[in-house]
């Protein structure tokens, strides 16, 4: 098996299941802070006891995902150093500053999230209360923020030069602050509010569909609808810059995604379809101009296409699929939230029909697809490079006869953690159920 016997290629699937997993409990790590902080403002402002307890019990599930994330994110940084020792003994010492502010922005969060926990009930202002969420929210805000330059800096290697194969006169704040950096960070932390906001939306619309008729719950869907439907938007705003970002920088990622192979003016956008002989889509839904005003904002401008770059730095093909996957359900969500909130502003019953709420359950696990999508996409396409233009995934991996058998140890860490996280969820809010929490604290149980 090429997995066993092959260590370039065992390094790479091993990275793919590791930042798969791990993406997961890191969107959710970053979106979820500020749906709790939300959630409690609203609830001071209102005076909703409905509000204040969604902060709380999101806060209690938070911690778990919190905890195996940080598990994962050490994996992470342990298998840069052990499947690609190359690339580390290269650029290590340029990315090693945003590493260590990821670290320290963690720490940062987790030290208030810890305080925001124990002090539920501490406070006769709980204004004050909130205000320890600003620090959460912001950890890990800017916690994404340094580690996505990491990932920019890949894209668009810069502060650097090459003398002899090593890299001098590094500057590690221009490299932190590369070309790629300002849409990558952007789009990674839209998206994470938006994932957060339908994932949360989804537990609230199954409970609902469980028959726990509960005030709790509607307001749950409402609000976190809402938001989903602002950061959707915003997630579509500025993936239209990010595509104007690769047509001009990383033009090669762009026409692999678009399956666009020929350099022309007035280009189409390729949605869908499958490649046949010759490498011609199929099956495909062609949007005229439309390519040229994603990469251009002209319908009449030239897209560079895939034959300008030379064959072995060209990404694969399948890219596009990804693409697609992503653009879809992108779209399918904003349309969703869009609905629902136009319906429930005019109290149509279409709001809460069983159907919009099976929707809005699908939602869910489709925003989580997406994410992975969109970094499948980013990561495929940047191939054949680790460090775009400078060191290919070869040169980067380890030789070791032993990736495969680490492959296997982690997939079952893996497993174990997620069935544990599913787990202990369920345990966590099963045994304990929002009417009986309500009345402890005096609240409305109906």
Same mark, same amino acid.
Do not use: C
């Given at each position: 098996?090429? #997995?066993?016997?092959?260590?370039?290629? $065992?390094?790479?699937?091993?990275?793919? #299941?590791?930042?798969t997993?791990?993406?997961?409990?890191? *969107?959710?790590?970053?979106?979820?802070?500020?749906?709790?902080?939300?959630?409690?403002?609203?609830?001071?402002?209102?005076?909703?006891?409905?509000?204040?307890?969604?902060a709380?019990?999101?806060? /209690?599930?938070?911690?778990?995902?919190?905890?195996?994330g940080?598990?994962?994110? *050490?994996?992470?940084?342990?298998?840069?150093?052990?499947?690609?020792?190359?690339?580390?003994?290269?650029?290590?010492?340029?990315? &090693?500053?945003?590493?260590?502010?990821?670290?320290?922005?963690?720490?940062?969060?987790?030290?208030?999230?810890?305080?925001?926990?124990?002090?539920?009930? /501490?406070?006769?202002?709980?204004?004050?209360?909130?205000?320890?969420?600003?620090?959460?929210?912001f950890?890990?805000a800017?916690?994404?923020?340094?580690?996505?330059?990491?990932?920019g800096?890949?894209?668009?290697?810069?502060?650097?030069?090459?003398?002899?194969?090593?890299? *001098?006169?590094?500057?590690?704040?221009?490299?932190?602050?590369?070309?790629?950096?300002?849409?990558k960070?952007?789009?990674?932390?839209?998206?994470?509010?938006?994932t957060?906001?339908?994932?949360?939306a989804?537990?609230?619309?199954?409970?609902l569909?469980?028959?726990?008729?509960?005030?709790?719950?509607?307001?749950?869907?409402?609000? !976190?609808?809402?938001v989903g439907?602002?950061?959707a938007?915003? *997630?579509?705003?500025?993936?239209?810059?990010?595509?104007?970002y690769?047509?001009?920088?990383?033009?090669?990622?762009?026409?692999?995604?678009?399956?666009?192979?020929? !350099?022309?003016?007035?280009?189409?956008?390729?949605?869908?379809?499958?490649? $046949?002989?010759?490498?011609?889509?199929?099956? &495909?839904?062609?949007?005229?101009y439309?390519?040229?005003?994603?990469?251009?904002?002209?319908?009449?401008?030239?897209?560079?296409?895939?034959?300008?770059?030379?064959?072995?730095?060209q990404?694969p093909?399948?890219?596009?699929?990804f693409?697609?996957?992503?653009?879809?359900?992108?779209?399918?969500?904003? $349309? #969703?939230?869009?609905?629902?909130?136009?319906?429930?502003? /005019?109290?149509?019953?279409?709001?809460?029909?069983?159907?919009?709420r099976?929707?809005?359950? &699908?939602? $869910?696990?489709?925003?989580?697809?997406?994410?992975e &999508?969109g970094?499948?996409?980013?990561?495929?396409? /940047?191939?054949?490079?680790?460090?775009r233009?400078v060191?290919?995934?070869?040169?980067?991996?380890?030789?070791?006869?032993?990736?495969?058998?680490?492959?296997?140890?982690?997939?079952?860490?893996?497993?174990? #953690?997620?069935?544990g996280?599913?787990?202990?969820?369920?345990?966590?809010?099963?045994?304990?159920?929002?009417?009986?929490?309500?009345?402890?604290?005096?609240?409305d149980r109906?």
């Open positions: 098996m090429p #997995l066993f016997e092959d260590p370039v290629f $065992g390094s790479r699937m091993l990275t793919l #299941l590791t930042l997993f791990h993406i997961i409990f890191a *969107t959710l790590g970053v979106g979820i802070p500020l749906m709790i902080m939300i959630a409690q403002w609203v609830g001071i402002k209102r005076n909703d006891m409905h509000y204040i307890m969604l709380r019990r999101w806060a /209690r599930g938070f911690v778990v995902l919190v905890a195996v940080v598990v994962t994110g *050490t994996a992470i940084g342990l298998q840069l150093s052990l499947l690609w020792p190359e690339f580390m003994q290269l650029a290590g010492h340029v990315i &090693a500053l945003p590493l260590f502010m990821e670290v320290f922005a963690f720490f940062f969060e987790a030290i208030f999230l810890g305080i925001y926990l124990y002090t539920w009930d /501490r406070f006769e202002n709980q204004k004050k209360h909130l205000l320890l969420l600003v620090p959460v929210a950890g890990a800017i916690s994404a923020f340094f580690i996505t330059t990491v990932n800096f890949m894209n668009s290697p810069e502060g650097f030069s090459i003398v002899d194969g090593q890299m *001098t006169g590094v500057n590690p704040i221009e490299a932190m602050f590369n070309t790629a950096s300002p849409t960070v952007t789009h990674v932390i839209a998206t994470a509010f938006m957060s906001s339908f994932v949360l989804a537990v609230a619309a199954f409970k569909l469980r028959r726990s008729n509960h005030d709790y719950h509607k307001k749950a869907l409402h609000l !976190t609808m809402k439907l602002v950061f938007v915003a *997630t579509a705003i500025v993936g239209d810059f990010s595509g104007k690769l047509a001009e920088h990383q033009p090669e990622k762009l026409a692999a995604a678009e399956w666009h192979f020929e !350099t022309e003016a007035e280009a189409p956008l390729v949605l869908y379809g499958v490649l $046949g002989e010759g490498n011609e889509p199929e099956y &495909a839904i062609e949007i005229p439309a390519l040229s005003i994603l990469a251009h904002n002209d319908p009449f401008a030239e897209v560079e296409g895939l034959n300008e770059t030379p064959t072995d730095e990404p093909l399948f890219v596009h699929y693409f697609d996957t992503m653009i879809t359900i992108g779209m399918f969500m904003i $349309g #969703l939230s869009l609905i629902y909130w136009f319906a429930s502003w /005019r109290g149509w019953s279409v709001a809460s029909s069983k159907l919009m099976w929707l809005i359950v &699908a939602g $869910g696990p489709l925003s989580i697809l997406a994410i &999508a970094w499948w996409m980013a990561e495929f396409g /940047r191939q054949p490079w680790i460090l233009g060191m290919t995934v070869d040169e980067a991996a380890t030789q070791s006869a032993y990736v495969g058998h680490m492959f296997v140890a982690f997939a079952g860490l893996y497993f174990i #953690l997620g069935v996280v599913a787990v202990v969820l369920t345990k966590i809010f099963k045994d304990n159920p929002v009417e009986l929490e309500l009345g402890e604290q005096g609240g109906s």
